[in-house]
């Protein structure tokens, strides 16, 4: 019994000494970790404070969508294409030549794209993404993403790029965008922070341009955690851009196919509207270009190739091209003289082959005369002399009205780059442009459509149309914007007699379909699709009394661009109009043997929805209308049914 309390002594007194052996290890633990504590929140606050704020949240803008073009049929026009490609980011990489470097072992990137890379992030700000290269393989995309951890700052990325699948078929409508530059910061007034996103595309010409703020869209932004030395920790929140609205457009693009081909190699322009609403289903303009060259950069080589053509094909000739209309201009001076009262349907007028103002004759193409004329036959044969005379007892101030009432000397507010205004000159504009007085000579020159007066291919397009119509439609090129249809401006009854607005379309009528009349080569067989029209051929010179006493060059004679321009309006079928086309091909001659053959086949083309059948015309001239129909590069008339449906 002893000796068990004895060994219970004993053993609570080791117990003891190793509670306070246990109990002095928790004790010094505690304080060190409460020294260790103390110095971490407060001896080294700052220092932590620094290192857990660089672990921060980044906020990136990511770019949307830009809106795709279609045709009126719904095939695409300008589309995205997939673009992988690297960023990098100064505030993440730190040193960027250093970065650059490393990448370099990596990628192919040149020496101009590392020192442009610097440049562009020592500009902008730190957080501002840069693209150092785009357009890389699939390949060299992941060998960059392997390496990421080795290149702070470096991101690749999967983007979109945009690409024009009709190539130089639209060059000049839907225009095509490029990368944003100073000089596009210089002149736009827009705070949008895509702006500032380097190589980031915007409209540079034509829809694309114009209406750059309904395609851009929204920017979207993605939160991110990065640490100290720039490497993302994870992406906190993401929300997506708003994508660009998508246009439809009134264009057929196999009528633009079959223009654009069947103006060829010609400096040339062709419109072709719809007369029933206004529509633009074709505006060609040729030489063109492929619009792809520049949505990257275009290289000197390639620009210097553009803009020392003389055809100048940069140019959207049919807009901007600003021409005399010659005897295309004959309509509105009969419509103005015809409202005026001042002629009637029946009087004649004598043609001796020129009319004599003051000491100065005012000569007729056909140098023998035509004899007695009346309106059907001065249209029919385009006796000059005829309108001479009525334009001095109607004026010019009426001529000039009534050219605006028909579309001519009207800029039409169109989604296109340099719409021109045209001229359609009067006392008034005289005075102010000139400083100078109006004298009869200047009303006996623009009565046949030359001196001051000057038109686009598009205004004479609407003048052939309100002429089919009777209507004053304007011209219309965006259809439908995310689906939701664009208004039609429909003014209501063109403001001209009815009676002497069909006495204009007979005469048309007889041009195309009477033998004498200028353009009766171009007739068309089917009644049904039976064309008027009218032929145009404008001086680009003077032709002096000395060249006309030892007998007038022939335009072949003379170099290119002293040659006559040739012109044609016309539209189809004349018992039920429903298209009007003018064509220009600059100092091509003739009007009814150069521009009205491109004329009649354009119309057919509208008319048949394919390549006009041979049977359609003379049976003399179908060998030819084959030929040209052969030469020509067409592309496929698949119309995929993709159009924008509304987002509604």
């Known amino acids: 019994m002893k000796r068990i309390q004895q060994d219970s002594a004993i053993s609570s007194r080791h117990i003891t000494r190793r509670g306070l052996v246990v109990g002095g290890v928790q004790v010094a633990f505690a304080s060190v970790l409460g020294w260790r504590m103390y110095s971490m929140q407060i001896q080294q606050s700052d220092q932590f404070r620094m290192l857990a704020e660089e672990n921060r949240i980044n906020v990136r803008l990511l770019s949307p969508a830009r809106g795709l073009i279609f045709d009126r049929n719904g095939r695409q026009l300008a589309a995205n294409d997939p673009n992988y490609r690297i960023v990098i980011v100064r ?12 990448l370099k072992e990596i990628v192919q990137i040149s020496d101009e794209d590392i020192t442009r890379t610097i440049n562009e992030t020592e500009r902008l700000s730190a957080f501002v993404p840069v693209t150092v290269a785009d357009r890389l393989t699939w ?21 979109l790029s945009r690409s024009y699948p009709l190539k130089d078929d639209f060059a ?43 395609l851009r869209g929204k920017a979207g932004n993605s939160q991110i955690e990065v640490n100290a030395v720039g490497r993302v920790m994870r992406e906190l929140s993401r929300t997506e851009g708003t994508p660009g609205s998508n246009l439809q457009l009134t264009v057929d693009s196999g009528l633009q196919n079959y223009v654009q081909a069947r103006l060829g190699g010609e400096s040339a322009s062709a419109v072709v509207t719809d007369v029933t609403n206004g529509d633009l289903v074709a505006i060609g303009s040729s030489p063109s270009f492929d619009p ?49 009262g001042v002629v009637s349907l029946g009087e004649t007028v004598y043609c001796p082959g020129f009319l004599k103002s003051g000491n ?34 109607v004026g010019i101030d009426r001529i000039s009205e009534m050219a605006k009432k028909l579309g001519v000397g009207i800029r039409y507010d169109l989604p296109m780059s340099a719409v021109a205004e045209g001229i359609a000159p009067n006392h008034a504009w005289k005075q102010e442009s000139r400083s100078a007085s109006w004298v009869i000579g200047d009303t ?73 009349g200028t ?14 029209g009218k032929s145009g051929t404008s001086q680009v010179r003077n032709i002096t009394a000395a060249e ?28 039920a109009p429903r298209y009007a086309v003018s064509v220009i091909v600059e100092h091509g001659g003739g009007g009814s043997s150069v521009a009205g053959p491109i004329a009649r086949d354009i119309l057919l083309r509208a008319m048949y929805g394919e390549v006009p059948p041979l049977d359609a015309y003379p049976e003399s001239q179908r060998e030819k209308a084959r030929e040209v129909h052969e030469a020509m590069d067409l592309r496929p008339t698949d119309q995929p049914d993709t159009a924008p449906r509304s987002r509604a």
């Not at 006309?548 to 004349?574: I, S, T």
């Open 172 to 214: 000049h409508v839907v225009g095509y965008v490029g990368p944003v530059s100073d000089y596009d910061l210089a002149q736009l007034d827009d705070q949008d922070p895509l702006l500032q996103i380097p190589k980031f595309q915007i409209g540079k010409t034509g829809v694309e341009s114009k209406m750059e703020q309904t």
């Open 548 to 575: 006309r006493a030892r007998g007038v060059f022939r335009n072949e004679d003379l170099p290119w661009n002293r040659r006559d321009h040739a012109l044609f309006v016309a539209y189809a079928p004349y018992d």
């Open 519 to 532: 353009g009766y080569s171009l007739r068309v067989i089917e009644d049904t699709m039976k064309i008027a």
């Open 292 to 340: 792809n060259l520049f949505v990257r950069g275009i290289s000197s080589a390639d620009y210097r190739t553009l803009t020392s053509n003389v055809y100048r094909p940069l140019a959207n000739k049919s807009v901007q091209g600003m021409y005399p209309p010659g005897s295309t201009f004959k309509m509105i001076t009969a419509l103005a003289a015809l409202e005026a």
């Open 444 to 516: 006996l020159n623009a009565s046949i459509g030359q001196g001051f007066v000057l038109a686009t291919p598009l205004q004479l397009s609407v003048m052939t149309s309100r002429l089919a119509s009777g209507r004053m439609l304007s011209p219309r090129l965006v259809k439908s914007i995310d689906g939701v249809e664009q208004q039609v401006v429909d003014e209501g009854p063109l403001d001209v007699h009815p009676m002497h607005l069909a006495a204009v379309r007979k005469g048309m009528f007889a041009v195309c379909n009477e033998r004498r």
């Open 91 to 102: 505030e993440d990489a730190g040193d960027v030549a250093r970065i650059l470097e490393k």
């Open 360 to 393: 100065r004759r005012f000569h007729c193409w056909r140098g023998g005369g035509h004899g007695h004329m009346n309106l059907h036959e001065s249209l029919k044969q385009s006796c000059d002399v005829y309108y001479y005379d009525v334009a001095q007892r």
């Open 139 to 159: 390949d060299e995309l992941s060998r960059v993403a392997v390496n990421g951890p080795a290149l702070p700052g470096v991101h690749p990325e999967v983007g």
